[in-house]
């Protein structure tokens, strides 16, 4: 089992940035997509941005286009996810996950099969 690991979360002022570091545990492991989702309480997961792959097509949420920059460093096998002006409602548990689909767009969350355990961001007002 692939083991997405996040990190650099935290809690932050509006206005202010973060940025999530997302590292694969099987180099061996090579996704097509990657992706980072957020969920915060009494809400859906919804999905934030995603990158494909070689190609590095980014996709975003209208809500975090730009404000967010999603990244690879495929030598490093790491996503990352700068997060810039940040707001209340951007408070979330964020995950990142990985698809063996090609993505040409948002995909949808069923469309990962590989999931971290997911990161607090807090941001106050």
């Known amino acids: 089992q692939v083991q997405m690991v996040e990190s650099g979360g935290g809690s932050v002022q509006a206005g202010g940035s973060l940025r999530l570091s997302c590292s694969n545990s099987?180099?061996?492991?090579?996704?097509?997509?990657t992706g980072w989702f957020r969920q915060a309480p009494g809400k859906e997961r919804e999905g934030v941005a995603a990158?494909?792959?070689?190609?590095?097509?980014?996709y975003y949420a209208d809500s975090v286009k730009g404000r967010f920059t999603i990244s690879n460093d495929n030598h490093k096998d790491t996503m990352y996810l700068q997060m810039n002006s940040l707001k209340p409602e951007d408070t979330a548990m964020y995950y990142c996950?990985?698809?063996?689909?090609?993505?040409?767009?948002?995909?949808?969350?069923?469309?990962?099969?590989?999931w971290g355990q997911g990161t607090q961001v807090t941001v106050s007002s």
């Open positions: 990158i494909a792959i070689g190609g590095g097509s980014t």
């Open positions: 099987r180099s061996l492991y090579r996704p097509t997509c």
């Open positions: 996950a990985a698809s063996g689909h090609s993505c040409d767009s948002m995909m949808p969350a069923w469309k990962y099969n590989n």
